[in-house]
């Protein structure tokens, strides 16, 4: 063989964009066929007018993960991505392009405007599309998807129209959130909630009996123009001859009445409450409840309207408050003001502050999907990770109110809901009528389209060309892939998209839509905040790309991910990855740069050491197995470091060395066969987590073979190789307790050196006394030499004579006792001076912190974690200095 040359530095750059396109071409990331079992994911589509986020990154970097893993593991692995239309989103970049123009969608029209769409839609595709390669996503490409594509179109109106067959679907008077700003209505899991600065106003409503007035405290005062009652509770004393009895409304000349609900909490305010049906939710359950009148005083834009009065028509929300304000202070009405903080509605894409408004809106009636969902969970048809996520699940589906899905948007899927401009007739179809089927007269298609969420819940099997048939006619993806195996997503869309896609897939399906439900966490700064442009804390995936490689941020995402946390980072977090993608890079380099003239030994035979390494390699597969399977990425990421740095690198790698550098040219050659076979099955055990560089690396390596695998094909790709095997009958118990054994014997050594101050370069004699393993360490002493950096060592299971021992300093662990001669290389005299220093100093150290532990004051006012980490401090003085103290005593 002749040495293989890598770059002297590793350098993503020069590779990863490479990589991805052989393993396009080769369509490794399409599955392969057979009758393995699948593993499918559906990848969350990201809204296709965004640019990836940490967020997207992070999310993606764990389907990524699985999808190899699975891969490798000879499972039919398929990933399906895809985008989403986003709605309010999108309509709002391209409203905001218009506006910079000149334009506003009205004037442009809807079919024009659609148009426009269309175009930021493909231009924004291909940027997120580039970035998800980027990140080194082995998706599926043939099988990409768009919520608004053809097929998804089809899929999205027989849900619509089976769901009105049902019965589940109705349109209806409600009073729902209103986004003035963007024009739409919004469902509850699309308000965001903020405590906001504002105020508690005191406010009189005289009665009309004469006995004076009543006092009432809102946060809204500019609602009363739209108040068709009070309420109190009825068994409030204050209020039980109130009760029947009517009150003027200031500013209206209208009277209202005064009712009893038990709804109004008593010890709240003053007890007695303004009641606005048309804008407040509780009020308008109250007002079901005692059939008051609605009284709508906004328009769609957030204006007042004439239900409010001539005065404040035209007013802004805010404006009519200030003006409200003023005519009930100069009325006389007004009572005080006082500051309070309270939560706010925001919509959740402008950030405007929502309005409950009365409208007529398409409805789902979600109770008896929301049954169906919790029956399936409590079957078990699905598992949460981490568990805890199931308490929100449960109490969200409990607690769920109606689904209002229609929006009054131009971007979306239209309602698929005509109306009779004669007859008034409404026809929901699965096809465009052509006419009025009770008149015959012409038919107008409902203006609104869809929520975006709508078409999102069917994700999982509208993707996979479900269509609603008969279950033979379906795709063959569908009846191949679904239900899909897990779904991979963040917690903060548990409401607005996990529950929902259940309970579609259990209505149209009558299965589930995965298995797996692995939740992971937000990605925040080092402080903890979420990462937002306001902050200016946001970091961008593709700039780390750039710097570091995707394979630093998938393993860096990796090793902070754990299971139920938030991952807090900053850019110096990625060198976590960094450093060691650049550690398997240059073990990787030594390991090839040495087979110049060697011969490839087939089925070489193993020494112990190898023997060893085997059964690491098999231990850390099992371990890392484990963990991908129970999403815990950061104990996979652990174990796949602790491995191939600490075992591979740092004992194996050395200890090949023996042979690597002996005469003997066919020991050469049969050892670096079995490195050369370790170094593929590590890269394999790696994969998922390293893609990039582990395949760039494995593309060098030439044909090898041991006892339990053929020779690799030539030209074959790392990302279809099998994952190495974890079973028990891989893993060798025996030999791992035997180098255990000469590990910590090796480390004693060494840090007996460094107590020292004895440097590598100086060999130093060894005696070891062993109650066990003596067979092994004596088989070994070379080994073990080398390692240790000895010139002579004796092994022995008798205990050392006091004159053999003259000149050694000495340390006994649990089955052995070492000897190291260090008299031979440093003046005995010297170094017993220097350890005599520094007992003293240890010796004041403990004392004053001892004295600092027993002060009262102190461990009362001090806080835990300090008395905590003082204890431990003086733990380890105290550990110091009676080693050195049996260092002075061994030496005597």
Known sequence: ??????????????????????????????????????????????????????????????????????????????????????????????????????????????????????????????????????????????????????????????????????????????????????????????????????????????????????????????????????????????????????????????????????????EFGTGLVKITPAHDPNDWELGKRHKLPLINILT???????????????????????????????????????????????????????????????????????EKALAAWQRGDFVFYPKKWENTY?????????????RQLWWGHRIPAWYCKNCGETVVSREDPASCPK???????????LDTWFSSW??????????????????????????????????????????????????????????????????????????????????????????????????????????????????????????????????????????????MVLNPPLLPVDKWIYSRLAHAAQTITAAFEAYRYNDAATAAQEFFRNDFCDWYLEATKLSTRSENEAEKDRALSVLLDILAESLKLLHPLLPFVSEEIYRTLPKQGTENREPEESGRLLITSRYPSGSDEHINRAIEEDFAFLQEIVREIRTLRGECAIGPEKKLRSLISVESHLEFLTEQRELIKMLASLSQLEVQSETVRLEERKGAVSIAGGAFEIFLFIGDAIDLTLLESKWHKEIEKDTKFISA??????????????????????KEKLENVKNRAAKMESYIKSLL
């Not at 449960?394 to 229609?406: A, E, F, K, P, Y």
């Not at 015959?440 to 409902?446: S, Y």
């Open 458 to 599: 069917i994700w999982p099997f509208s993707v996979l060309g479900w269509t609603g048939k008969q279950s033979e006619q379906e795709s063959d993806d569908f009846k191949s892939f679904y239900p899909t195996t897990a779904l991979i997503t963040a917690y903060d869309i548990i409401f607005f998209w996990v529950s929902r896609m259940i309970m579609a897939g259990l209505e149209f399906t009558g299965k589930a839509p995965f298995r797996d439900i692995y939740i992971h966490g937000l990605v925040r700064d080092k402080q903890g905040r979420k990462m937002s442009k306001s902050l200016g804390n946001g970091i961008d995936p593709l700039e780390l790309v750039g710097e570091y490689g995707a394979d630093a941020l998938k393993f860096t995402f990796a090793f902070l991910c754990a299971q139920g946390q938030d991952i807090l980072i900053d850019k110096e977090s990625f060198k976590i990855g960094s450093k060691f993608a650049n550690k398997v890079w240059n073990a990787s380099r030594y390991i090839l740069m040495n087979l110049e003239g060697r011969e």
């Open 300 to 370: 769609a834009e957030g204006r007042l309207n004439d239900a409010a009065g001539e005065k404040y028509r035209g007013l802004s929300v805010k404006e009519a408050r200030i003006v409200v304000l003023e005519d009930l202070k100069s009325g006389g009405f007004f009572i005080k003001e006082e500051p309070i903080v309270h939560s706010v509605g925001h919509c959740y894409r402008c950030h405007t502050v929502i309005e409950p408004f009365l409208s007529e809106q398409w409805f789902v009636k979600m109770k008896p999907l929301a």
């Open 1 to 266: 063989m002749k040495s293989i040359e890598l770059e002297k530095a590793y350098n993503p750059k020069n590779f990863e964009d490479k990589i991805y396109a052989l393993w396009m071409e080769s369509g490794a990331f399409k599955p392969k066929a057979g009758d393995s079992v699948p593993y499918t994911i559906v990848i969350p589509p990201p809204n296709v007018t965004g640019i990836l986020h940490m967020g997207h990154a992070l999310n993606i970097t764990l389907q990524d993960i699985e999808m190899r893993f699975h891969r490798m593991r000879g499972e039919r692995a398929l990933w399906v991505p895809g985008t989403d239309h986003a709605g309010i989103a999108t309509q709002n970049v391209v409203e905001r392009k218009l506006k910079a123009r000149g334009l506003s969608r009205r004037e442009l029209g809807r079919e024009k405007f659609i148009e426009e769409t269309w175009k930021v839609k493909d231009e924004h595709h291909r940027i997120i599309s580039n970035q998800i390669k980027k990140i080194g996503a082995g998706v599926d490409w043939s099988r990409e998807r768009f919520t608004l594509d053809k097929g998804l179109s089809s899929a999205v109106r027989e849900i619509f129209v089976t769901l009105y067959e049902r019965g589940l679907i109705y349109k209806g008077e409600y009073l729902i959130n209103w986004c003035a700003s963007c024009g739409t209505a919004l469902a509850d899991d699309e308000v965001t909630h903020e405590e906001t600065q504002g105020a508690m106003y005191h406010i009189r409503y005289p009665r009309t009996d004469g006995a004076g007035f009543v006092e009432i405290a809102t946060t809204r005062p500019e609602t009363l123009l739209g108040d068709t009652a009070l309420a109190a509770h009825p068994d409030d004393e204050r209020y039980k001859d109130l009760v029947g009895k009517t009150v003027h409304l200031p500013l209206t000349g209208r009277d209202i009445p005064v009712v009893a609900d038990s709804y109004v909490d008593r």
């Open 439 to 449: 008149c015959g007269g012409e038919m107008v298609q409902d203006h609104d389209v």
């Open 849 to 870: 912190l001892s004295a600092k532990l027993s002060n009262d004051n102190f461990l009362k006012n001090a806080p835990s974690d300090l008395v905590a980490h003082e």
């Open 394 to 406: 449960r109490h969200w589906l409990m607690n769920i109110r109606d689904w209002c899905i229609s």
